[in-house]
């Protein structure tokens, strides 16, 4: 069956079940939203991401059921040893993070994607299970990518709760870690996000693959930058999945290590709510900033 046949029914089961104008619209990046997307997000009816989740697994004849993929597990690499560096994948999983994850796993490289709940939820999967099989780290970025900043706080808790569930149940994986759209947070999206358990995680480096489509760009930005980074790309656009071999290559010849954020930080767990840029943050993070 071709897969693109499907994704109009999925969208459409998305926006039935999630009732919400602003889900249609995809906001691509860390850079500027769009005003009139999410200025006055409606009320969301009633929505059940386990049960879209089971609808959508349901339709993968080839996974037994009710088996989930099974990582690896961290790789006991010491980052105040060795050099590393952790990749960062954010508002996917989309067409291009098949590709991508065959280059990760050429390069025996792994990352950090933060997920977006509905794109979750249209890659039926797919992709999310390949990158627990594959070791890589799944991260919360809300469901519909609005500024949290912006938000009631009944209306954060919509946007991490049901990302949480649905990837719990296409995975079997409970998330640690969050990053809010845009970096846009303060000590309201931190009482949320620590309620769910996740630290919040941002970045040092940020390549403005959304802005610049540019693979060489992307990669001199990704790789200007010492031991203990977090580099921001998106893995919605094929000029930053372009990049990434090169961006691997250099590294490589540097001699770092590709880590997720939780091989980034050490076995010890980030602390829910706090803040990270990079590994100098230390495990215990910054506190959340005031609100404005
Ligand atoms: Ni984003």
Redesign the pocket.
């Known amino acids: 069956m071709d897969v693109r046949l499907w994704i109009v029914p999925f969208a459409l089961l998305l926006l039935g079940a999630g009732g919400c104008g602003t889900s249609a619209v995809l ?4 850079g500027e939203p769009s005003a009139s997307s999410w200025a006055s997000p409606s009320p969301s009816p009633p929505f059940d991401p386990e049960e879209l989740a089971d609808r959508l697994v349901g339709l993968q004849p080839q996974w037994p059921r009710n088996t989930l993929p099974r990582s690896p597990g961290a790789r006991g690499i010491n980052c105040r040893r060795v050099r590393c560096v952790a990749l960062t994948f ?2 996917g999983p989309g067409e291009y993070t098949g590709r991508l994850l065959d280059i990760l796993a050429r390069h025996r490289a792994r990352a950090t994607f ?1 997920v ?1 709940g509905r794109m979750a939820a249209e890659d039926r999967g797919e992709n999310l299970r390949r990158m627990v099989t594959e070791g890589h780290e799944i991260g919360n ?1 809300t469901w519909n ?1 609005l500024p949290l900043t912006q938000l009631s706080p009944g209306r954060i808790r919509f946007e991490l709760v049901n990302t949480q569930k649905v990837v719990r149940r296409l995975t079997g994986v409970r998330m640690t870690v969050m ?1 809010p ?2 970096g846009s947070t303060n000590a309201k999206v931190a009482a949320e996000a620590r309620r769910e358990g996740l630290a919040q995680v941002l970045w040092d480096v940020d390549t403005l693959d ?1 802005r610049d489509r540019n693979p060489s760009l992307v990669t001199q930005r990704a790789t200007q930058t010492g031991p203990g980074s977090i580099v921001l790309m ?1 893995d919605i656009h094929p000029t930053t999945v372009e990049a990434v071999p090169a961006i691997l290559d250099q590294f490589a010849k540097r001699g770092y290590a590709f880590v997720t954020l939780s091989e980034l930080y050490g076995v010890r767990r980030l602390i829910p709510g706090r803040q990270y840029t990079s590994q100098k943050d230390g495990i215990r993070g910054t506190p959340p900033a005031a609100i404005p």
């Open positions: 906001l691509d990046s860390e954010d508002d933060f977006l970025h990518h990053r759209p845009y959304w998106h």
